[in-house]
């Protein structure tokens, strides 16, 4: 009679623990990520009153099955269904990361890693990513610093939003080139200014720059020149920047030929043509001392509005310095020469050979086949299509600034309406060596496959970190530790430390999205009918039992 009790005493024991697992269920019904768990019963055990017997051959009898009399229930196990996905709750929080397959972030107190679907993840005050319920650090893989890529070693906190990181450094531009149609009918090309491109660069610190180069027709076919005419600062100031010279530094500076305007005659050393008041004059090109009236009409007779801009001051080594020329003879061969000296900063200088019958060209000459249209040379070069804009020589530092190689390849001669096309612009064509100004962050984003990038608002992108995942062989042998935090056991199997990619396997994380809690609430109400049920018929044997032993008792009366 007493077993029948305690049996039934059992069964509401297991019935309450059924009881208890359903409601942890239905009440993290709407918690992230939570894995739904189900129990199972077990017999308790059984007392034998009488053993299982065997035929007997002599007497002909058959065996006999063993007398076992059950003494309860208990609760066999408790599973979890933690490779059960749940479904997926759109936030738009781009910290908020869904992981896809059987595979677990990594988090750690500082001491230990845990382990986690929960995904919720925000930036501390010092840039760590972190878990929003409980600050535990987001691990993953480090960038190595020499390659630039991911360093898959120990899994470490990954600080994405570090000082360092805030900020992506500037660079000088060093590539250029230009592109477009150079029309010779253009009346800018043929005008005294000539077409003007805009090449925009940075130096080293991340200060922006514009160069204005002149694109100008000669009398040959097909030869143009291009030359350096100033440099702007980016509040469209004019900044002088000691040494800066275009051209190109395999060939000495080139001279372009020009027809001397109609209104001049050159006779010997004799400069003539005819004044306002219709008188010749004649201006004496071997004279030692020239007036700079006199240099003004030797200028206008080859086309320029001023002598400074027909011969430059330069220092030995052909770094101009200044547009103006000491007292020299020209000579009638073309030659201007002078005795070289010092400029008022103590510095060596001489003059440039000029040739009379055009001016030389402190850029470069380009030159078109008159055939194709496709560029030929540069500076009489096949092979090299660039110019180098430089900055400082041998008495001027360069500064903040970086060689600026012009490629002119891409450029053509083309009749186009009268209308050039031809720009200048930063980088190479495949955009490499356009020079950036200090970025500051302006985004996070996180791929598929864990990495993390910064955006900058000068264009650019780095490469932060990658978060790693955990997979376990037996993922369901892992341990709830509450905080929606797993620990690894012996029956799940260690974690190595290291972890892996989650793109390895087909897993991928996606943003904005988090797991939500894989509950089923209808399943869970039927079993909580069978739970009722159970309970309530286990009450009953006792109900009965006591029954039964209040007759018993009542047998003496």
Same mark, same amino acid.
């Given at each position: 009679m007493?077993?029948s009790?305690y049996?039934?005493?059992?069964?509401?024991?297991?019935h309450q623990?059924?009881?208890d697992v359903?409601g942890?269920n239905i009440a993290n019904?709407?918690?992230?990520?939570?894995?739904?768990q189900?129990i199972?019963?077990?017999?308790?055990?059984?007392?034998?009153?009488?053993?299982?017997?065997g035929p007997?051959?002599?007497s002909?009898?058959?065996g006999?099955?063993?007398k076992?009399?059950g003494l309860?229930?208990k609760?066999?196990a408790i599973?979890?269904?933690i490779?059960?996905? @749940?479904?997926s709750?759109?936030?738009g929080?781009?910290f908020d990361?869904?992981i896809t397959g059987?595979?677990f972030?990594?988090?750690?107190?500082?001491s230990?890693?845990f382990?986690t679907?929960d995904?919720?993840?925000?930036?501390?005050?010092?840039g760590?990513?972190? /878990?929003s319920?409980?600050?535990?650090n987001v691990?993953?893989?480090q960038?190595?610093?020499?390659?630039?890529?991911i360093?898959?070693?120990t899994v470490s906190a990954l600080?994405?939003?570090?000082?360092?990181?805030m900020?992506?450094?500037?660079e000088?531009?060093?590539k250029?080139y230009?592109s477009?149609i150079?029309?010779?009918n253009?009346v800018q090309?043929?005008s005294?200014s000539?077409?003007?491109?805009?090449l925009s660069?940075?130096? !080293?610190l991340?200060y922006a720059y514009?160069?204005?180069?002149s694109?100008?027709?000669? *009398?040959?076919?097909?030869l143009?020149?291009?030359e350096? %005419?100033t440099?702007?600062? !980016?509040?469209?100031e004019e900044?002088?920047?000691?040494?800066?010279q275009?051209g190109?530094?395999?060939?000495?500076?080139?001279?372009?030929?020009?027809? /001397?305007s109609s209104?001049y005659?050159l006779a010997?050393?004799n400069?003539s043509?005819v004044?306002?008041?219709?008188?010749t004059?004649t201006i004496?090109?071997a004279?030692?001392a020239l007036?700079?009236a006199?240099?003004?009409?030797?200028?206008?007779?080859?086309?320029y509005s001023?002598?400074?801009?027909f011969?430059?001051?330069?220092?030995?080594?052909? %770094?101009?310095?200044?547009s103006?020329?000491?007292?020299?003879?020209?000579?009638?061969?073309?030659? $201007?020469?002078s005795?070289?000296g010092?400029d008022e900063?103590?510095?060596?200088i001489t003059i440039?050979?000029l040739?009379?019958?055009?001016?030389?060209?402190?850029g470069?000459?380009i030159q078109y086949d008159t055939?194709t249209?496709?560029?030929k040379?540069?500076?009489g $070069?096949?092979n090299?299509?660039?110019l180098? $804009?430089?900055?400082?020589?041998?008495?001027?530092?360069?500064?903040?600034?970086?060689?600026?190689?012009?490629d002119?390849?891409?450029?053509t001669?083309?009749?186009?309406?009268? %209308?050039?096309t031809?720009s200048a612009?930063p @980088?190479?064509?495949?955009g490499?060596?356009?020079?950036r100004?200090?970025g500051?962050m302006?985004?996070?984003?996180i791929?598929? *496959? @864990?990495m993390?990038?910064?955006?900058y608002d000068?264009?650019?992108?780095?490469?932060?970190?990658?978060?790693?995942?955990?997979e376990?062989t037996?993922a369901?042998?892992?341990?709830?530790?509450?905080?929606?935090?797993?620990s690894?056991?012996?029956?799940?199997?260690?974690?190595?430390?290291i972890?892996?990619?989650i793109?390895?396997?087909?897993?991928? /994380?996606?943003?904005?999205v988090?797991? /939500?809690?894989n509950?089923d609430?209808s399943?869970e109400?039927?079993?909580m009918?069978?739970?009722q049920?159970g309970?309530?018929a286990?009450s009953r044997i006792i %109900?009965v039992?006591?029954?039964l $032993?209040?007759?018993l008792?009542?047998l003496?009366?």
């Open positions: 007493m077993r009790l049996s039934g005493v059992s069964g509401l024991k297991t623990v059924k009881m359903i942890n019904v709407n918690t992230t990520a939570y894995k739904s189900s199972t019963f077990s017999e308790l055990m059984y007392q034998t009153t009488q053993a299982a017997s007997n051959a002599t002909g009898t058959a006999t099955n063993a076992q009399i309860g229930v609760s066999g599973s979890t269904a490779e059960t996905a @749940g479904a709750q759109t936030t929080n781009p990361i869904r059987d595979s972030f990594i988090v750690s107190d500082g230990k890693n382990f679907r995904g919720s993840f925000y930036v501390d005050s010092v760590n990513l972190a /878990m319920s409980n600050g535990y691990m993953g893989w960038v190595d610093e020499t390659t630039g890529t360093k898959k070693d600080r994405i939003m570090s000082a360092e990181n900020t992506y450094p500037p000088a531009t060093t250029a230009v477009g150079i029309d010779k253009d090309v043929a005294e000539g077409k003007i491109m805009n660069f940075f130096d !080293e991340g514009t160069a204005k180069l694109m100008k027709e000669t *009398d040959t076919l097909g143009y020149s291009v350096l %005419t440099i702007l600062n !980016e509040n469209g900044v002088n920047i000691p040494g800066v275009l190109s530094v395999s060939t000495a500076p080139q001279v372009q030929s020009l027809t /001397m209104a005659t010997g050393s400069l043509y004044d306002e008041n219709g008188a004059q004496d090109l004279s030692a007036t700079d006199e240099k003004e009409k030797v200028a206008n007779a080859f086309g001023s002598y400074t801009e011969a430059k001051l330069t220092l030995a080594d052909g %770094t101009t310095v200044g103006y020329v000491d007292a020299g003879t020209l000579t009638s061969t073309g030659i $201007l020469t005795t070289p010092t900063n103590g510095d060596p440039i050979s040739n009379t019958s055009g001016r030389q060209v402190t470069g000459l055939a249209g496709t560029i040379s540069v500076n $070069l096949t090299d299509f660039g180098n $804009l430089s900055f400082g020589a041998s008495t001027y530092p360069a500064g903040p600034y970086e060689t600026i190689t012009i002119f390849s891409t450029s001669n083309f009749n186009n309406n009268g %209308t050039s031809i612009d @980088g190479d064509t495949q490499r060596g356009t020079g100004k200090l500051a302006s985004g996070i984003s791929q598929n *496959d @864990g993390i990038y910064a955006s000068n264009g650019q992108t780095r490469l932060l970190g990658q978060m790693a995942v955990a376990f037996n369901s042998g892992l341990q709830k530790e509450g905080d929606n935090l797993y690894a056991t012996l029956n799940s199997g260690e974690f190595d430390g972890g892996v990619d793109s390895a396997n087909g897993g991928y /994380m996606e943003t904005g988090l797991e /939500m809690s509950v609430l399943a109400f039927t079993d009918i069978t739970a049920r309970f309530q286990n %109900t039992s006591d029954t $032993l209040e007759e008792v009542n003496k009366r």
